[in-house]
């Protein structure tokens, strides 16, 4: 069972450029998200979603897209990498809508650097 | 989604027991307590989660008082290993998502 996976885990992109961070879950979950984590920080939410076809903010959702076209799969996209969007993204799934009366299951991350 | 205050930081010395307290007083009837654990680079886990009084599991203890306004998230005899960021999170059927806190950063002395 490989629960939730990331890939890449390390990536370097130049100021401008574009990319994809993949997540993948295997334990047909409904609610996704994503999070960036910054040196000493907390966690930041940028996208969430609670089911295929349903996607919303989070806290910090500028200059990221996502989309959920499947239950297993929700992608980050990066539309013009910026230095200030170093850091490390974490993708997390779990069971049902309401997550909070459940738990979440977390990747090991991507480290993304710009520069 | 119901704001809480942990302490940003705490020591303690291996074979110790640690209590980390967080308040939410404005916690909902319907809202739940959970506490998740970060090692260093390492996404989040789950360790516990309660609604009232006591909850014990093979990795901690989880004590709420009545009033539900704040709850302590015990941790027997720590080792080094237990070093990591523990984040207190409240939230119930209104809440589609989570949005963690800055947590708590546990250093653990030999």
């Known amino acids: 069972n490989a629960g939730v996976t990331q890939t890449p885990k390390f990536q370097v992109l130049k100021t401008g450029q574009s990319m994809t961070l993949q997540c993948a879950q295997d334990?047909?979950?409904?609610?996704m998200s994503w999070y960036r984590q910054d040196p000493g920080m907390g966690l930041r939410l940028i996208h969430y979603?609670?089911?295929?076809?349903?996607?919303d903010q989070g806290e910090v959702p500028n200059g990221y897209n996502v989309s959920r076209s499947t239950t297993e799969d929700f992608p980050l996209r990066l539309l013009s990498a910026a230095p200030s969007q170093t850091s490390v993204y974490f993708c997390?799934?779990?069971?049902?809508?309401?997550?909070?009366?459940?738990?979440?299951?977390f990747g090991q991350g991507t480290r993304l650097t710009v520069v | 989604l119901a704001k809480t205050t942990q302490p940003i930081s705490m020591d303690s010395y291996e074979g110790q027991e640690v209590n980390i307290t967080c308040s939410h007083n404005?916690?909902?009837?319907?809202?739940?307590i959970t506490w998740y654990q970060q090692f260093p680079s390492q996404g989040p886990r789950f360790i516990i989660q309660?609604?009232?009084t006591k909850v014990t599991n093979e990795v901690a203890s989880l004590f709420i008082p009545a009033d539900r306004k704040s709850s302590t998230l015990s941790l027997p005899r720590v080792s080094l290993s237990d070093t990591a960021v523990y984040y207190c999170?409240?939230?119930?059927?209104?809440?589609?998502?989570?949005?963690f806190g800055k947590g708590t950063r546990l250093h653990i002395l030999p």
């Open positions: 979603s609670v089911g295929a076809g349903i996607t």
């Open positions: 404005n916690i909902a009837t319907n809202d739940y």
């Open positions: 334990m047909n979950h409904e609610y």
């Open positions: 309660g609604y009232k």
């Open positions: 997390a799934s779990g069971p049902g809508r309401r997550i909070f009366y459940t738990e979440a299951f």
């Open positions: 999170l409240v939230g119930g059927f209104r809440d589609d998502k989570i949005i």
